[in-house]
């Protein structure tokens, strides 16, 4: 007994060990080509050879000279990704307090609604989506990108989960110490929501900072790209952008990767939010 | 009540603030503001490309102009935005009336889609006639519709041939004995017997090879009245040459699918490929991207079919506009003409592009033109400028129809894959291109 | 008294979901509606409209490279799900065996690759299926002495690279999904099938598949719903949306291509409609099949 499970463990190992390795691969492959300039890329291909005669941290200076739009692209995502996230977490999950704390006409009805959305790819949407946008004039705004996500059908999904596993009790509770509906929303029921906003704000961060096709249909002004937009612009065949493209790829993966390891539990609670119903 | 209806106001405003802080002012790569000698009072222009360079050359002719026009001093904000995406904004914004910057550069083969109907630009007939009689005509032929001149040419583009020596002399070849696409195949075979590189590319992601072939015989995509012939018993000839070029490992399809290519230019930098059949402005390629090159590229005359046959036609180009948005229409137009068509922008275009200005008056300006300091002179083997008086003659006109778009389209994504990657037969792909360029013109 | 109004029980529910109802009916109901509209008429932007009735239609019936793309993205979606599905289950398995060494260190890196954005894995797989000898595929098929394939030109092998890019950035979520699943299997049913004697196999044939079957349910669904709507991985990996051939080319791709493109919103959004419709067939088909329906009745 002791001795095959030995054996399966070595045998896991064998399996595992190569295949995280070959996960692992696009990233080493990655951070080497950032430390080369990016004629060696054009000219050799993205490859493994560990060559120091041509490697340098000129990329990095490149990088951190203000030379280039980069941190704008970045620091543009981020502002875009925080007002996001905050504007969605907190309407939504007002949405899902309706709809977990009452009942009351049309309830089903709406609830449909909610479940109908998240049935519908966004894709489709997109051009009638873009008219709507143009005719109100709100091209080239942050509005244009934030305004049709507000009410996110899944994170409201999630939350009305989590909301239904807290006792009533509270909430009467609160009635009884004179609160107002408002008042028992804002100060007993979004407290006791945080882990639930950790793992929908991750997931909603994520999908936000990584958002490439609506944000780059609306967006024309080169001084709002977000990095997405950014990095996509530097691969035209007329200037030589590889440089940047590569070390602003790989450093782009930096900040969600330090963010991962440090709130992974809320990471793969929000992933996973859809497939466990509560 | 009021803490909720405070949280409400406070975040509307947030996202209002967001949405309207519309004033653009950023520096870098993609958006640059160009002042060069501009006073308090000179005017902001817009201007739109998707070659950064062009950027360059616009950032020394308003020097110029800012010196010599006191009075009118001009500021350029410089937006650089890849190929699909700029003339896609471009597009929107100029149906739609509002958006379009004062100035933009428009790609060769999509002109035609802003001159359908009543194109949303400007005349420049005014501008372009006092410099008529210098420059090549059927430049601006491109860029006019029904007698009106919308664009201003950057270059002639004449189309030659670049051959690196050093390969060709391991083989034995002389490329100056080159004169037919028979000797080119003859020379190609010994090319590839001797060193196992191949002497040239079988395009399949663009139509230079094709433009080549039809202007040799005297032909066309389209007919005279601009129907799309794709399937001619020339185009049908050319393609078949180069088909049979491919069957005898003188040319191969090459990385990126074509020369102008990031992937290609590191193929040829390696020496992987022997010769490059492309327009003029290709040398700036060269020096740019293919540095292991320098001093081993001779440029020659593109071999022919037959003896006599002309050897060139303009490849490619970028007609610049001034739009109906444009703030000072009179003072854009004024300042396109002055960076566009003047002796000195014709210079300056060669000087720090490295193209065939439009202007052949600076062609016969030995100074200009043979000038030691200048990086394309030092880089090529032998003067560019002495090849393309040699072929001045034998340029021809390949049309910008409103149908171009379509047959580029179909044409460089589909046919010549077909033929140079699935081994199709060179007369049905032909007539598949033709069905489906006419389905979709439908 | 508006106070009072606003303050009572029976309002407060309404003001409650007031935001949903308002944006979706501004961001969802009335494009919805305004896209069955345009596929009945002629619309550039900035231009007015005009009625053609079914002519979208019919074009859109004759049209060859709509077909290809809806084969693309049928094919695409059909390989995903084959690919996505039992290889994630049977790795949530074995990381989730009792004898696993470094389970959390596992489950991290293969979650890694979901952190990046679609614009930086696909430029990665763009250059690493590059053609030349060099590029990383190539210089590892070389190593068996496999000659350089040119990846992105052809049909099957641009398929590989699309189907790889996919698989690198979705099999940790997909494993993530399982193990959440197995979670919910009570060890009770493992060891009552221990005592009666069933084999590793047969453990896994008859308690773990049937009991995974509402994960199973739930990925098949994301995963159709993302594969019909793929585009920006296409687009990422052609460096455009004009692919040699359209090997490429998707329906929403094809849909990006007539609206934005050719400014040409009546034909797309026809395009945009046969797909939602698609998307609902298979969507409720697999449904049924499956038997949520009966489930939730019950």
């Known amino acids: 007994m002791e001795r095959s499970a030995r054996l399966n463990k070595i045998l896991l190992l064998v399996l595992f060990v190569p295949l995280s390795l070959l996960i692992l691969l696009p990233f080493y492959a990655i951070a080497l080509a950032s430390f080369k300039p990016g004629k060696e890329l054009i000219r050799y291909g993205l490859n493994l050879k560990l060559d120091f005669s041509v490697m340098s941290l000129d990329n990095y200076a490149f990088l951190f000279s203000g030379n280039n739009d980069y941190f704008t692209w970045f620091f543009n995502s981020m502002l875009l990704t925080i007002v996001q996230v905050a504007l969605t977490l907190f309407i939504s999950a007002t949405v899902a307090y309706g709809f977990s704390a009452y009942e009351f006409k049309g309830k089903t009805f709406l609830f449909i609604c909610v479940l109908m959305i998240m049935m519908v790819p966004f894709e489709i949407l997109l051009l009638p989506l873009y008219r709507l946008i143009f005719n109100l004039g709100l091209m080239n705004t942050y509005s244009a990108i934030i305004l049709p996500g507000l009410a996110n059908a899944s994170t409201i999904f999630f939350f009305r989960q989590y909301l239904l596993g807290i006792p009533r009790e509270m909430i009467a509770a609160g009635r009884v110490d004179g609160a107002s509906e408002y008042g028992i929303y804002l100060r007993l029921i979004l407290p006791v929501m945080k882990p639930a906003f950790a793992a929908m704000g991750i997931l909603n961060a994520m999908g936000s900072w990584n958002n490439l096709l609506w944000p780059f249909m609306v967006l024309s002004n080169p001084s709002k790209f977000t990095l997405p937009i950014g990095l996509k612009t530097l691969l035209t065949p007329y200037g030589n952008n590889y440089d940047l493209l590569v070390v602003g790829s790989f450093f782009s993966i930096i900040p969600i990767f330090i963010l991962f390891v440090m709130f992974q539990k809320y990471f793969i609670d929000g992933m996973t939010a859809g497939a466990v119903k509560g | 009540m009021k803490k909720w209806l405070m949280g409400l106001t406070m975040m509307s405003l947030a996202a209002g603030l967001i949405g309207c802080g519309d004033n653009s002012s950023s520096t870098g790569a993609t958006t640059s503001v160009m002042d060069d000698g501009a006073g308090e009072t000179a005017t902001t222009l817009k201007y739109w490309t998707f070659v950064e360079l062009h950027g360059q050359h616009f950032q020394s002719m308003l020097k110029k102009w800012n010196e010599a026009n006191a009075d009118r001093q001009i500021k350029l904000e410089v937006s650089v935005m890849p190929y699909d995406d700029m003339h896609n904004k471009l597009s929107i914004a100029l149906q739609t009336g509002q958006g379009a910057p004062d100035i933009s550069d428009i790609e060769v083969g999509k002109f035609p889609d802003f001159l359908n109907g009543t194109p949303q630009l400007e005349s420049l007939n005014d501008v372009v006639e006092p410099h008529k009689a210098s420059i090549v005509q059927s430049r601006l032929d491109l860029y006019t519709k029904d007698g009106t001149v919308y664009g201003l040419p950057t270059h002639v583009g004449a189309a030659v041939a670049f051959y690196n020596t050093e390969i060709l002399e391991s083989a034995g070849v002389d490329y100056k004995s080159i004169v037919t696409w028979d000797d080119y195949k003859k020379a190609g075979i010994q090319v590839y017997e001797k060193t196992g590189n191949y002497m040239g590319t079988a395009d399949t992601s663009a139509g230079w090879q094709a433009s080549m072939m039809l202007a040799q015989q005297g032909k066309d995509f389209t007919d005279d009245a601009g129907t799309p012939i794709v399937n001619s018993p020339e185009m049908i000839k050319g393609l078949s040459i180069l088909k049979d070029l491919q069957k005898s490992n003188v040319i191969a399809t090459v990385a990126g699918g074509q020369p102008d290519t990031e992937e290609a230019y590191g193929e040829f930098n390696t020496g992987k490929y022997a010769s490059a059949m492309m327009p003029f402005w290709f040398m700036s390629r060269y020096v740019n991207y293919m540095p292991d090159l320098s001093g081993k590229i001779a440029i020659a005359p593109i071999p022919v079919i037959e003896k006599g046959m002309p050897t060139s036609y303009g490849g490619g180009g970028t007609g610049t506009v001034v739009t109906k948005q444009a703030k000072d229409v009179q003072l854009a137009k004024d300042f396109l003409a002055f960076a566009k068509l003047t002796l000195d922008a014709n210079i300056n275009i060669w000087n720090t592009l490295g193209f065939d200005p439009v202007n052949t008056e600076v062609w016969a300006m030995e100074d200009v033109t043979h000038n030691k300091d200048n990086k394309f002179v030092q880089y090529f083997q032998n003067n560019p400028f002495e090849v393309l008086n040699e072929i001045k003659d034998g340029i021809n006109l390949i049309k910008s129809t409103p149908s171009s778009p379509t047959i580029n389209n179909v044409i460089n994504t589909t046919t010549f894959n077909e033929i140079f990657e699935n081994d199709k037969d060179v007369t049905e792909a032909l007539n598949e291109a033709q069905s489906e360029i006419e389905q979709q013109l439908k | ?298």
């Open chain 3, 1 to 298: 008294m508006l106070k009072n109004f606003l303050y009572s029980q029976k309002v407060a529910p309404y003001v409650f979901v007031l935001p949903f109802v308002l944006i979706f009916l501004v961001f969802w109901l009335y494009p919805l509606a305004s896209s069955a509209e345009m596929s009945f008429q002629k619309v550039m932007l900035g231009q007015s409209a005009q009625w053609v009735g079914f002519d979208n239609y019919a074009k859109l019936i004759d049209d060859s490279m709509f077909l290809k793309a809806v084969m693309n993205s049928v094919t695409y979606t059909v390989m995903t799900l084959v690919i996505l599905i039992p290889f994630p289950m049977l790795f949530a398995v074995l990381i989730n065996a009792k004898f696993m060494w470094g389970r959390e260190l596992f489950k991290s890196v293969f979650f890694f690759p979901a952190l990046t954005s679609v614009v930086v894995a696909g430029t990665i797989f763009r250059l690493m299926f590059g053609e030349m000898e060099g590029s990383l595929i190539n210089s590892l098929l070389g190593i068996f002495g496999i000659e350089p394939v040119k990846f992105l030109k052809g049909h099957t092998t641009g398929f590989v690279a699309l189907l790889s890019l996919a698989a690198w950035r979705w099999m940790g979520v997909n494993i993530l999904y399982f193990l959440a699943g197995l979670k919910n299997i009570p060890d009770d049913y493992y060891e009552a099938a221990s005592i009666d004697g069933a084999s590793t196999f047969q453990k896994f044939r008859f308690i773990t598949i049937p009991l995974l079957k509402p994960t199973t349910i739930y990925v098949l669904t994301i995963s159709i719903y993302a594969g019909m709507a793929m585009f920006v991985e296409s687009l990422m990996m052609w460096n455009g949306n004009n692919s040699p051939q359209n090997i490429g080319l998707t329906i929403i791709g094809y849909l990006y291509r007539q609206g934005i493109e050719k400014n040409n919103l009546g034909f797309a959004a026809t395009v945009g409609l046969v797909l939602l419709l698609v998307t609902m067939i298979i969507n409720l088909t697999q449904l049924a099949l499956s038997g949520l329906f009966k489930k939730e009745d019950a």
